[in-house]
């Protein structure tokens, strides 16, 4: 008999217990709904159907939505990447509109300031059409004035990673724009920022030590001309000098140093010149005669 009773007293006691448990979820229901945080809870097509009407109007005339819109118009008549170089207007424009949505949308783009480094009067935002086409179009080695030049591994990947990005990014693109609906308007903001953001970082990761070698190889294979123009310039330095200083400097001295940047001239010429010819023909044995 004793332990039936605790037992009834256990049932009892739990029941009680739970009964304020649900008592209390009860009055928290309650005074949600009174205060009106109930419908933070619920999903988002029962809680604000006004709301997210006009939220869908307000974003259907916004610049976002017209970025969003017309890169996708873009990619619909988008020629395949075979033609990158045929058809340029299309892909200048595309990658315009590319960054456009992604300032529209918040995606903060990496620092493109690099290129003033390289050329003065380069665009410092954006993307250039010039890098897509280099990234589409880079090959292992060149062969300049008769010099094969290596372009690194680490290009070379970076490369093949915009490829492989930027097709990726332009499927996306319309993937998530053919999806957008009212309800998944914020899911599509975030996935296409996402694709943007990466697009961009791929970007970036590609162009910087690409424009750094493309720099360096025209370095090295311009390093004829450029001395062959020093040189031209120091002639022309030297007889401007022998005009206005005839009476300061010894004719013997003046006639020595002017035999000197002549035979350093010619020697440059003869350089170029055998550079120049592409089956190795060229004469690398001429003299001031046939300059003067």
């Keep these: 008999g ?110 493109k300031h690099y290129r003033a480094h390289y050329s003065p009067d380069v665009q410092l935002s954006g993307y250039l059409y010039s890098t897509l086409l280099t990234a589409f179009t880079l090959l292992p080695s060149y062969v300049l004035n008769g010099q094969e030049f290596y372009v690194s591994d680490t290009v070379l990947d970076q490369c093949e990673s915009l490829q492989v990005v930027f097709q990726e990014t332009c499927m996306e693109l319309r993937r998530q724009f053919d999806n957008l609906q009212p309800y998944s308007r914020e899911q599509i903001r975030h996935d296409v920022r996402r694709s943007l953001v990466y697009f961009d970082r791929s970007w970036w990761r590609f162009e910087l030590p690409a424009l750094e070698e493309i720099e360096a190889i025209h370095r090295q294979a311009c390093r004829p001309l450029i001395a062959a123009i020093e040189a031209e310039r120091a002639m022309t330095e030297l007889e401007s000098r022998s005009c206005a200083s005839s009476r300061a400097c010894p004719p013997e001295r003046r006639r020595a140093r002017a035999e000197v940047l002549r035979a350093r001239l010619m020697e440059q010429v003869c350089e170029l010149n055998r550079l120049a010819n592409v089956d190795g023909r060229g004469r690398s044995d001429m003299d001031i005669a046939c300059v003067v």
């Design 2 to 111: 004793e332990e039936r009773l605790r037992c009834h007293r256990a049932s009892r006691d739990r029941a009680q217990a739970t009964g304020d448990a649900r008592s209390g979820v009860c009055r928290s229901l309650r005074g949600s709904v009174a205060r009106g945080d109930l419908k933070d809870t619920l999903a988002p097509h029962r809680r604000e159907p006004k709301d997210l009407e006009s939220q869908w109007e307000t974003y259907l005339q916004s610049e976002e939505f017209c970025a969003f819109r017309a890169a996708v118009e873009a990619l619909t008549v988008l020629p395949p990447v075979g033609q990158l170089a045929e058809r340029r207007a299309d892909f200048e424009l595309l990658l315009y509109l590319l960054h456009h949505l992604g300032e529209a949308i918040g995606v903060k783009h990496v620092s």
